[in-house]
């Protein structure tokens, strides 16, 4: 046989057996695929990018309120401005009624009904309100608790200021602070709780009888002031503390601040502004893990919004810079009754509004990712989210991913995410697994949401132009394919 021959039947021989290996392989990976098991949460993607790419999500308005956010009014049903809070002061009689005896029923009626407005309370407890009946427990009284009488703030006598270093009122308010907290910590009608108890209007001052401008000092020791932040501190663990001045004694502790005198003696220069007793106090930057709070001082609510403003000056140093102050402090919520009764109109509503929607947190989710198991099952969900607010979000609610079909939810996933993490100007890239066992192979489309813990509270709403647009109170990712193998 020729040599060139022998040569070619050589090569032809050993090429065939090369596809026939190859064909043998190409059928044994087949049929091994047909008898894998379905791969539960096996995600690709189909009309919104390809598996394991990014996909932006379009930004949007400004939610109009948000939970824990915003302008707050005193107790009540209002119409207008959006809000999610409501603000009320209660006595401390009224509830402890006799030496550690507690009747909690007018209190509950009061969370109960700003409850069942879809709105979480803050609030404060007084022992003396200028111009109202006094708020000490009446056994304390007839046990010769002695009180100071005065005129100020047009009380003329109707209130009384206690001797705030009398043993028997400290243990009472050791007890009823103990009391409270294992009552409502963590209770989802409440927001925030401010300490109050001590001072005029439970703001821990009593000018002018603070040794100031008066000879008398009726305020409370800072051994008294110290003993009720410990009680609080104490009694408090997951419900969200607030007291009225940033001091040396309540710096290392978990408890925010209510600047109660917001636009007027926020920013610094006196010496005795809000924010000069955080740079004091070496607190400058609690705000990151403690809210702030307050009320936009009541004599300029009704001005401060008006183009141009020409808001008086009400104190020496003021300085009626709203959008200032709220940046300064980082604010969450502020006080301003104006807002909701009788209310702004025109373009000092338009101001208002946009200055209530600039305190606080602001979430903007900016992209997302399903990347798929392969094999080995379920799909990851990758999703980038900033806060672009004033502030953090000071709970850690639950954060929801779900899957929807034809506008249905069909399945929910828990994701370990924790908001509280994500402060101001500041991005994180979040990751859960959505396992996908049971779903039927189909278009899903992703939503995700943050959970109030008020059953019908306001909704977490992201700035995202598709907030709400499958579901309400969740955001609308975009849609993949699940898949089973």
């Not at 100020?152 to 209130?159: A, F, K, R, T, V």
């Not at 338009?350 to 992209?367: D, E």
């Amino acid at each position: 046989m020729h040599l060139d021959t022998l040569e070619y039947r050589l090569r032809r021989s050993w090429q065939c057996t090369r596809l026939s290996t190859r064909v043998l392989v190409i059928s044994m990976v087949a049929l091994a695929l047909l008898t894998v098991p379905a791969a539960a949460g096996f995600f690709r993607a189909e009309a919104a990018g390809k598996s394991g790419e990014w996909t932006v999500l379009e930004a949007g308005a400004a939610p109009a309120s948000n939970p824990l956010a915003g302008f707050v009014p005193y107790a009540g049903s209002y119409e207008g401005l959006p809000h999610s809070m409501e603000w009320f002061y209660f006595p401390v009689n009224s509830v402890l009624v006799a030496p550690q005896s507690y009747d909690w029923s007018s209190f509950e009626a009061q969370l109960n009904e700003i409850a069942g407005r879809g709105h979480q309370a803050v609030f404060r407890f007084y022992l003396d309100y200028p111009g109202k009946a006094s708020g000490i427990p009446q056994h304390l009284l007839a046990a010769g608790l002695d009180t100071h009488h005065y005129p100020d703030y047009d009380n003329h006598g109707l209130s009384l200021s206690p001797d705030y270093e009398d043993p028997r009122l400290l243990d009472a308010l050791d007890g009823f602070i103990a009391a409270l907290g294992a009552r409502y910590d963590g209770d989802p009608r409440i927001g925030f709780v401010q300490m109050g108890l001590l001072g005029f209007w439970g703001e821990w001052h009593s000018y002018p009888y603070d040794g100031w401008a008066a000879p008398e000092n009726w305020g409370a020791s800072a051994t008294t002031q110290q003993r009720i932040l410990l009680a609080y501190d104490q009694a408090f663990a997951k419900t969200k503390l607030q007291v009225r001045y940033p001091d040396a004694a309540n710096k290392d502790l978990n408890v925010g601040y209510h600047d109660d005198s917001f636009a007027v003696g926020t920013l610094p220069g006196p010496g005795w502004h809000f924010m000069d007793k955080l740079a004091q106090t070496g607190a400058a930057d609690k705000w990151l893990k403690e809210p702030v709070g307050g009320e936009l001082r009541p004599e300029i609510q009704h001005c401060i919004f008006d183009t141009p403003q020409r808001c008086p000056l009400i104190e020496e140093s003021a300085h009626n810079d709203f959008a200032g102050s709220a940046h300064a402090t980082h604010a969450s919520w502020i006080l301003n009754q104006h807002a909701f009764n009788p209310g702004y109109a025109g373009q000092a509503l338009a101001n208002a509004t946009a200055a209530s929607q600039a305190l606080g947190y602001r979430f903007q989710a900016t992209r997302f990712v399903v990347s798929d198991g392969g094999l080995g099952g379920q799909g990851t969900l990758s999703l980038a989210v900033s806060n672009t607010g004033v502030a953090p979000f000071y709970y850690d609610w639950p954060v929801e991913v779900a899957a929807a079909k034809a506008g249905n939810i069909v399945r929910v996933w828990k994701t370990g995410w924790r908001i509280s993490e994500l402060k101001t100007d500041m991005s994180i890239q979040w990751d859960t697994p959505l396992d996908g066992a049971g779903l039927t192979a189909g278009d899903y489309t992703l939503l995700v949401r943050i959970v109030n813990p008020l059953d019908n509270g306001v909704p977490v709403k992201f700035a995202n132009a598709s907030q709400d647009q499958t579901q309400a109170g969740w955001l609308t990712l975009g849609s993949r394919y699940l898949a089973g193998r």
